[in-house]
């Protein structure tokens, strides 16, 4: 069973425990009988070694029984540390992908996208996928469990060293007990100060990954940009450390007390030893025993470099809430449960729609019908607002004011999701699915089908080029990587396949943006057959796209300012007119000056 729930106001070291037996239940308890043995046979093996060495010096009796001891005791640690790195890989991998799976659910659930526009929300994702420290949240169980076994092992070495004298081992647990709490509170409040303004750090992780990006690589370069990158990684990141460096002072001195504190209980520990053996009260067998269990006795309290990696990981679990409470509370909630249907048999009609993102409007009571099974054609100058414009229409977002009506039912009383699969989309950033060819145009889709998508997208060709034809992975480790322009042909492809099974409006969004002139003529000459019967809504900024729609908007000022087919636009002589006119001039002058 992988978990579902943590207790949400429990601490996250409670939590990170819950997380491990909800997620690895048998590993759990594998994890701490190996953590338990692993603390209490170095305790045996100093017993075994001790009562060897006493054996050394005469009792040779008693020799056979404490070398088969410690010999068991050595057995165990080495199968136990092997053991227990086997199962810790499990759970590892375990609460990862729960871990995983926990976030994607979170993010996939709202039917909208206007969760993935906050700040706050993608700073809480990387802290809880551990991209700004570095250290996964995932990893928090197993650290716990292993700093547990620590623990353990430094309470048995307390109770060795309390068996030579019996205040000698309370003292030193009490010493380092008292000097755990400081010290943990002081790496608690450090690990909170740099993780505080996780804005900072993410600006700096940004410098990182574009440093680092193969896609931006070129760019990074061309422009000299490398060592820039550099720089403001180091800016961002010092940045982010002011506010660790102001508690960096208490942190040196709570070490330099605590330190203090335990050198001067450790000499006092050595001398009772140094003095007991001194004046014969014990023996070298004694003194090979709890001398080394006098240092071991610092598990008990001691602060490791996992302790401080441990903190970075709990500092990091409660990201995981704050994603899942910043969804709940910034992802508008996209409501209506009505089917579908065969919606839309005549018109999707917008009223005085609004939209705005913040506090500056993007579309401002804008009216607009779009007929179906008749191509309608958004232009307008960039920002004009026609992605946002396709986002609500294939309801990514609702808008803020007026409606949308789909044959007079508002679309928001739709079932959104119903909806989302009636629009076959292609996107501006099309998605590059890593999947085979096959997949990527259809998943389960019959070979036909998929070869009637492709040969309408004008991407028939590429089947042949790749080597395991439709069963070619795409863009994967081993697989084939295509060029933009392919890779658009192919979400073509997608969106005219699910417009052939299901899909009933046909979006398109700068569909031809990637495509070379042989492929771009192509797709012009087809556009009506590959349209015909289809409610299709194309943006673009080319003209010899846009010009072959039914029906041609012109968005300015968050409202549609022009309407009607190039003729009549052209005719109008306005801002279409206008438009058209200098792009028709620029491809004239070229062709002039060649
Ligand atoms: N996530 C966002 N947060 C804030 N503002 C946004 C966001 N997305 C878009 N905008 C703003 O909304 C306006 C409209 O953007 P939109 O992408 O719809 O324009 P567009 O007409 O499609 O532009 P282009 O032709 O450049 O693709 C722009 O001014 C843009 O800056």
Redesign the pocket.
């Known amino acids: 069973m992988l978990p579902t729930r943590w207790a949400p106001r429990s601490s996250p070291r409670w939590r990170a425990q819950r997380m491990l037996w909800d997620g690895a239940p048998r590993q759990a308890v594998l994890l701490y009988a190996c953590a338990a043995v692993g603390a209490l046979a170095p305790v045996v093996l100093l017993v075994g070694v001790g009562r060897i060495v006493r054996a050394a010096a005469g009792d040779r009796q008693a020799t056979w029984p404490w070398i088969a001891v410690s010999g068991a005791a050595i057995g165990v640690l080495l199968v136990g540390d092997t053991v227990r790195d086997h199962v810790a890989g499990i759970a590892r991998a375990r609460l990862t992908f729960a871990l995983q799976e926990r976030l994607m659910t979170a993010l996939i659930r709202p039917a909208g996208i206007a969760h993935l526009?906050d700040q706050g929300n993608l700073d809480a994702l990387a802290g809880a996928k551990g991209a700004l420290t570095g250290f996964q949240p995932a990893n928090a169980p197993l650290t716990q469990v292993a700093l547990a076994g620590d623990r353990l092992g430094g309470l048995a070495a307390c109770v060795l060293v309390g068996a030579f004298r019996w205040w000698l081992g309370a003292g030193l647990l009490l010493v380092w007990l008292a000097v755990r709490r400081p010290l943990r509170t002081v790496i608690t409040e450090h690990v909170a100060a740099l993780g505080g303004d996780a804005g900072k750090i993410r600006r700096a992780v940004y410098f990182f990954e574009l440093a680092t990006d193969p896609a931006a690589a070129p760019e990074v370069r061309a422009y000299g940009l490398g060592r820039w990158t550099v720089d403001r990684l180091r800016e961002h990141w010092l940045l982010a450390m002011a506010a660790a460096w102001s508690v960096r002072a208490r942190v040196y001195r709570t070490v330099a007390l605590t330190a203090g504190l335990v050198v001067a209980a450790n000499l006092a520990a050595c001398w009772v030893l140094a003095d007991a053996v001194a004046h014969h009260r014990i023996g070298l067998a004694e003194l090979a025993a709890y001398f080394p269990a006098i240092v071991a006795t610092s598990a008990v309290g001691g602060i490791s470099t996992e302790d401080i990696a441990l903190a970075w990981m709990l500092a990091s679990l409660p990201d995981v809430e704050r994603l899942e409470a910043g969804i709940a509370r910034s992802a508008v909630p996209l409501g209506g449960a009505r089917p579908v249907g065969d919606l839309p048999r005549r018109t999707i009609r917008l009223e005085g729609v609004r939209f705005a993102?913040?506090d500056?409007p993007?579309l401002d009571g804008l009216d607009l019908d779009i007929p179906v099974g008749a191509s309608t054609a958004i232009v307008?100058a960039?920002?004009?607002?026609?992605?946002?414009l396709i986002r609500l229409l294939t309801r990514l977002h609702d808008p803020s004011g007026g409606r949308i009506t789909v044959d007079g039912t508002d679309l928001a009383d739709l079932d959104p999701a119903d909806w989302q699969r009636r629009c076959a989309l292609i996107s501006?950033d099309f998605a590059r699915l890593p999947f085979t060819l096959a997949d990527n145009i259809g998943v389960g889709a019959s070979r036909a089908a998929l070869r009637a998508a492709a040969e309408r997208a004008g991407a028939a060709d590429l089947v042949a080029g790749l080597p395991d034809g439709w069963d070619t992975p795409l863009g994967v480790p081993g697989g084939r990587d295509l060029s933009r322009g392919q890779w658009q042909r192919v979400a073509l492809a997608r969106a005219l396949y699910a417009a052939e099974h299901g899909a009933r409006i046909l979006v398109l969004d700068e569909p031809t943006a990637w495509l070379d002139a042989a492929a771009e003529a192509d797709f012009h000459r087809r556009f009506l057959a590959m349209t015909r019967g289809l409610t299709t809504i194309i943006?673009a900024?080319r003209f010899s796209t846009v010009r072959r729609a039914d029906r041609i908007h012109v968005?300015h000022d968050g409202k549609v300012a022009e309407s009607g087919d190039h003729d009549t636009l052209l005719a109008l002589d306005g801002r279409y007119a206008a438009m058209f006119t200098a792009q028709a001039a620029r491809f004239a002058g070229e062709a002039t000056a060649r």
Not at 382 to 388: F, H, L, R, S, V
Request: proline share 0%.
């Open positions: 526009t993102f913040g500056r993007v307008g960039n920002g004009a607002g026609k992605t946002t501006q943006v900024h968005l």
